[in-house]
């Protein structure tokens, strides 16, 4: 129960250090959007949360009404199955995984990659566990990540631990599909156990 509440604990955190972000972001005058960027490139620390969104790869973009990333695609690696949030939002949970469909349950064992945003869970500086989510949320600017939009995600052992970061990231690893309980309460369906991670740059 302690790991539970630590966890509902980080996600209120989350929430209010974004409620800045969110009041930046309604300041900006409609139509003021950059293009978006292909080249990889850095961001400085002082930008927020919307100028990093606005450099997300073409065709990307985020739902207005969520704050969902959509038409993220990962990129082609050998051996990995590019793995989107869209596809992984057609199964809406149901107890004892029923319903999932086949073509989300002949992913389990397979190496996939992913891109989405690193959310805090345990550890807030050299991160070895976290959520995997294609948004980034507080209590009036998108929505907290269900069980369908988020990856639970461990770190391979030669990995380096992660800073906590609004910057997108890309997830290499071996997916998991199955009920992970704490106390009895299901807080995981998708799981990577040996995850390698890259900042991204945009």
């Known amino acids: 129960m302690d790991r539970l509440l630590v966890f509902v604990l980080s996600l209120v955190a989350g929430g209010l250090w974004l409620q800045g972000v969110v009041q930046a972001r309604e300041r900006a005058a409609p139509g003021e959007r950059p293009e978006p960027r292909s080249e990889i490139r850095s961001v400085p620390a002082q930008e927020t949360l919307s100028a990093a969104l606005a450099r997300l790869p073409p065709g990307a973009s985020v739902d207005p009404a969520t704050g969902l990333l959509i038409g993220v695609v990962p990129p082609d690696l050998p051996g990995c199955t590019p793995l989107t949030w869209e596809r992984l939002r057609e199964y809406a949970y149901q107890p004892g995984l029923e319903g999932l469909p086949e073509s989300l349950r002949a992913l389990d064992g397979q190496r996939v990659v992913m891109i989405g945003f690193l959310m805090p869970v345990f550890e807030w500086d050299d991160i070895r566990e976290f959520h995997l989510v294609g948004n980034h949320w507080s209590c009036c600017y998108g929505v907290p ?3 369908d939009s ?12 992660l ?3 609004l910057k997108p990231i890309r997830v290499v690893g071996t997916l998991r599909i199955g009920e992970q309980k704490e106390s009895g309460i ?4 998708y799981s990577i156990p040996d995850a390698e991670v890259v900042l991204l740059d945009y």
């Open 145 to 147: 990540p269900g069980l």
């Open 150 to 161: 988020a990856v639970h995600v461990r770190l391979a052992p030669e990995q380096e631990g």
């Open 163 to 165: 800073p906590s970061t």
């Open 186 to 189: 299901v807080y995981a369906i």
